[in-house]
């Protein structure tokens, strides 16, 4: 008989995602049919006013090869998502991937063979050696991305890339890393990784071929300041648990 556990719980935080949620639930299924692990798709809904949830009843019912549930996150914010998510989670391992799959899920391969072989955190990067951007991120964005690498460095030590959305971890590393974190918003990747540090579970990083998607909801001039502020908190919160 099948466990009611799965391999690997597989989180997707969206928010008002009708539009492209069915293709990423589709090519997310199909793939984990390939892969010799039983694995669970949650969708985390952050108050989407759409069509959102009828998309996942839709791939639910036509869909095979992975499991899929809907649960609801009332607090705002994708790392508010994501840590209800994870903290949902029951497999040895998890992760989270963007709605938008601006990383294919082809890289999921790479990730697990890294988790197999016993790394306890394992994201994708688009900034080592064999990564790819596909489509690169328009030049204001990219700049924005190198200042904040500069503002986060002293958080996060040797990572190259904090903020592409395909992160996973062991179950062990997950509920010390989301028990702890706080950050909702844009600096929730940072907040992650500076914990696996605190933590002493070290790091991979795997190339991944990066699409820059539209519709992203972060904009420099708009989300700017906020994030800054974020980070700040964030740096806060660490130091008031030292």
């Known amino acids: 008989m099948r466990s009611t556990v799965p391999d690997l719980d597989l989180v997707v935080p969206v928010f008002n995602e009708e539009a492209r949620l069915g293709a990423t639930l589709d090519a997310l299924s199909a793939h984990a049919a390939s892969l010799p ?10 108050g989407s006013v759409d069509r959102t949830a009828d998309v996942v009843d839709d791939v639910a019912t ?9 649960i609801g996150c009332s607090r705002q914010g994708k790392g ?17 991937v963007d709605a938008d799959l601006s990383t294919p899920v082809a890289a999921l391969d790479d990730v697990l063979e890294r988790m197999a072989a016993g790394d306890p955190v394992v994201i994708g990067s688009r900034r080592v050696a ?7 991120q328009p030049l204001l964005r990219r700049a ?3 200042a904040f690498r500069q503002l986060t460095r002293h958080l996060v030590g040797d990572v190259a890339d904090t903020q592409c959305g395909f ?6 590393a997950a509920e010390r890393i989301f028990a702890r ?20 579970l070290p790091v991979a990083e795997v190339p991944v071929r990066w699409t820059d ?3 992203s909801s972060f904009g420099v001039w708009t989300h700017g300041r906020r994030v800054i502020s974020e980070v700040r908190a964030v740096r806060a919160s660490l130091a008031s648990a030292a």
């Not at 036509?62 to 809907?70: I, P, Y």
């Open 181 to 200: 974190a706080t950050a909702d918003g844009f600096a929730f990747d940072v907040e992650v990784l500076a914990l696996a540090s605190r933590y002493g």
């Open 130 to 136: 064999g990564a790819e951007y596909v489509v690169p």
């Open 144 to 146: 924005g991305s190198r």
């Open 37 to 46: 692990h039983d694995v669970r798709i949650t969708v985390v809904d952050n």
């Open 167 to 172: 992160k996973f971890f062991t179950a062990e």
């Open 62 to 70: 036509r869909r095979r090869g992975a499991s899929l549930r809907l």
């Open 80 to 96: 508010a998502a994501v840590r209800r998510g994870m903290l949902a989670a029951t497999a040895p391992w998890r992760g989270f």
């Open 213 to 215: 998607a539209e519709g």
